[in-house]
């Protein structure tokens, strides 16, 4: 993090601006809306600026800039276009340790301005530590359509009673869940609408009359590992969670998403390497659900494909758990997209079959004369494991040797690896691939080599050939 990210109060701040020219404007104008007292040091002023000193709401101090002048202000904003007198400013400042800001020159800035959404109280600042604002400014024209208009208005109202609620309920947990349901629900719908009074009337009766509050799990579907590929709905009940229990295949870029105060629990399972029993997972998460607490199960890909997220839910509905359920992109529809192998083509695949490559415990296997049909895409979770056997196996059922097959590990993240090869050397090309690793059998890998986009770290591999990543 290049900069920290601060709210500053200038409220009757003196503040010192050098150059008096429409650049200067803006920044003093944002001053002025944040209640500094702006003093400005310039030859001449911008009509604009010169208003603002007739009508005393700035104080134009001299009409050269002096060192002195830095002694006694909050800041400096240098704003001229006169490179030897910011250079003069810029280490004036540095040596009286004053915040400083240069402007359009990154390298002397020890403070910079973001991109502002300005919903007062609420304020939302966006930046891109000065490498590119016109992204950041981009950003903020997103963001201004998210959040409503009269948002500040619900956040003053609940200011207004913020010490009552406090008197209310005495655990900060308390005040917060309080809150998360006041912002979530009519209130806030009467607040950003301009009903006040309503509003206001909700938030009494609420604090008045609290509903008790009562646990409940989300089952969430994290995707395959590119946080750009978690849904809105997932990211939204993420930061609602007081806890969250996680799988080795959720990213570190989705787990940053996590609300920050949340408590986070790994009930990873690696393959050979189980670290929390699947019966223990649905009790941990029955358990915390009954100390009403929201609790999100966060898993790779999608909760309903390959993830016992079924088994967990069953063990919320014998304890009377209320759930939702927040599906993903599964690993199969994500890794393969990112890879550039459609897993159907009219010309190659009429169907796609998900299939996991660990066997049930009571020794079925599966009906491998059906999964041998030429036709078909085979998208085969955790099959890296027993490559040689899954190769073996439909080759002895009728599959072609020579059928193409892609190993996609690491799926959609950055150090994404593709390797092909053929159905006799799927063995081989397992040795070769990191974890996690989804199997794909079919002609569509043919694809891969004209449809791939998205090559961070993607290679092309026969058994005898070096594993050299192409970029």
């Not at 295949?249 to 609300?259: F, H, K, M």
């Not at 892609?406 to 799926?411: L, S």
Request: glycine content about 8%.
């Amino acid at each position: 993090m290049d900069y920290l990210p601060l709210f500053a109060e200038l409220k009757n701040r003196p503040v010192l601006v050098i150059g008096g020219g429409e650049i200067a404007s803006r920044k003093i104008d944002l001053l002025l809306r944040a209640q500094a007292v702006v003093h400005i040091a310039a030859r001449e002023l911008f009509h604009e600026v010169n208003e603002l000193v007739e009508a005393q709401q700035a104080l134009w101090i001299a009409s050269e800039y002096h060192p002195d002048q830095i002694d006694k202000v909050f800041f400096v904003i240098a704003a001229t276009d006169d490179a030897e007198l910011n250079e003069q400013v810029y280490q004036d400042a540095q040596r009286k340790f004053k915040l400083v800001n240069v402007v359009d020159d990154q390298a002397r800035c020890s403070f910079i301005f973001p991109s502002i959404v300005d919903r007062s109280p609420v304020i939302v600042a966006i930046s891109s530590a000065g490498t590119a604002p016109v992204l950041a400014r981009s950003l903020r024209e997103k963001i201004e359509t998210l959040l409503p208009a009269r948002l500040g208005d619900a956040a003053q109202l609940a200011g207004c009673w913020r010490d009552r609620v406090k008197q209310r309920f005495q655990r900060m947990v308390d005040r917060r869940r309080f809150w998360e349901r006041l912002f979530s629900g009519e209130f806030m719908h009467q607040a950003t609408a301009g009903n006040l009074q309503q509003a206001e009337a909700i938030l009494a009766q609420s604090l008045q009359h609290p509903v008790a509050q009562r646990g409940e799990i989300y089952l969430v579907g994290g995707g395959p590992g590119d946080p750009g590929l978690l849904t809105l709905r997932g990211l939204q009940v993420m930061q609602l969670a007081d806890v969250v229990l996680y799988d080795h295949l959720v990213s570190d870029e989705v787990l940053d998403l996590v609300r920050r105060d949340a408590e986070r629990i790994c009930v990873g399972k690696r393959a050979g390497a189980h670290s929390v029993p699947q019966n223990e997972t649905n009790q941990l998460l029955v358990s915390l659900a009954q100390q009403g607490k929201k609790v999100v199960r966060l898993k790779g890909g999608d909760p309903f494909i390959f993830g016992r997220g079924g088994e967990e839910l069953e063990a919320a509905v014998a304890a009377n758990i209320p759930f939702q359920v927040v599906p993903g992109i599964t690993a199969a529809a994500g890794a393969t997209a990112y890879a550039g192998i459609p897993l159907t083509h009219r010309d190659y695949a009429q169907s796609a079959v998900f299939i996991t490559g660990h066997c049930r415990s009571d020794g079925r296997e599966p009906d491998w004369a059906a999964l041998a049909l030429s036709d078909q895409t085979l998208a085969i979770y955790m099959g890296t494991v027993k490559a040689g056997e899954i190769s073996r196996r439909l080759i002895e059922h009728g599959r072609a040797a020579e059928t193409p097959v892609a190993i996609i590990a690491r799926g959609t993240r950055q150090d994404q690896c593709v390797l092909t090869g053929r159905l006799d050397q799927l063995a081989d090309l397992a040795t070769h691939a990191p974890s996690p690793a989804l199997v794909v059998i079919g002609e569509v890998v043919h694809l891969h080599k004209q449809l791939a986009w998205f090559q961070k770290s993607s290679a092309m591999m026969t058994p005898s050939s070096a594993l050299t990543p192409i970029i």
